[in-house]
């Protein structure tokens, strides 16, 4: 009986996770190069049914790892001539105001107060040979990631990406920190789209869809947890009876 509330118990926790994550993507569905979360779990291991139902060990084994889904969203047409898209693999690279790097699939770019491509927020859009400078002239964007400003070319924006995409660490705005010692490797088969916006690879309803089972699931076990806790109530009370 005990085992049940525990194995019960056990299946509430990630559940409650999906429901963050879920309600975390579907804020962030509008939010262009937004990837959005998802969550492993793993089943009790006979082993692990045998424990003694300590806290720690229905919390931690349920949940086994939230991971971010990398695949691309679909391309909208802005016209916007500082709005990228990268068609393929990669990020574009950005400095943050500490001098770290972030990268980022989303490329709603503006030019700030110095006349440099920047990401909302301050960071710089980096190019092969730093920030990109074009003050107020007309800017251009071949699909080799040549900048051009009213005809003169200023920089050349490459795609980047790392051998391993989970040792990002998601800190918002669509952007991911690139930890000290990760090494950015070019992406050169990729191209770039100016006047297009790379939109959120979260789908609404397929989102949705999960929610209300996950949400259902959870109540399952709520309602088997407190069956087994009348049940054990009914026992408890006969056993004292007869004492």
């Given at each position: 009986m005990i085992k049940g509330i525990f194995t019960s118990a056990s299946g509430m926790v990630p559940r409650i996770k999906k429901q963050e994550l879920t309600a975390n993507n579907l804020a962030n569905a509008s939010t262009p190069g937004f990837k959005k979360d998802a969550i492993f779990t793993k089943e009790l291991t006979r082993a692990q049914e045998k424990l003694r139902p300590r806290k720690s060990d229905w919390e931690r084994p349920m949940v086994d790892e939230i991971y971010t889904n990398f695949a691309p969203g679909v391309f909208d047409k802005t016209g916007n001539p500082l709005d990228l898209a990268i068609d393929g693999d990669g990020f574009f690279t950005l400095e943050l105001a500490d001098g770290s790097r972030a990268l980022t699939r989303a490329g709603?770019?503006?030019?700030?107060?110095?006349?440099?491509?920047?990401?909302?927020?301050?960071?710089?859009?980096?190019?092969?040979?730093?920030?990109?400078?074009?003050?107020?002239?007309?800017?251009?964007?071949?699909?080799?990631?040549?900048?051009?400003?009213?005809?003169?070319?200023?920089?050349?924006?490459?795609p980047v990406t790392v051998a391993n995409l989970e040792e990002l660490d998601k800190i918002g705005s669509a952007m991911f920190f690139v930890p000290e010692g990760v090494e950015l490797t070019p992406v050169r088969t990729s191209t770039i789209q100016q006047g297009f916006l790379e939109t959120s690879n979260v789908d609404i309803v397929r989102e949705m869809i999960d929610m209300i089972i996950s949400f259902r699931q959870y109540e399952a076990d709520s309602k088997a947890i407190q069956v087994q806790d009348q049940s054990l109530d009914h026992l408890f009370n006969r056993v004292g009876s007869r004492g």
């Open positions: 709603a770019f503006e030019v700030n107060r110095e006349g440099l491509i920047a990401f909302p927020g301050g960071a710089l859009l980096l190019a092969e040979g730093g920030p990109v400078e074009v003050g107020s002239g007309q800017v251009s964007v071949s699909l080799a990631g040549d900048v051009q400003v009213d005809g003169a070319t200023v920089g050349r924006i490459t």
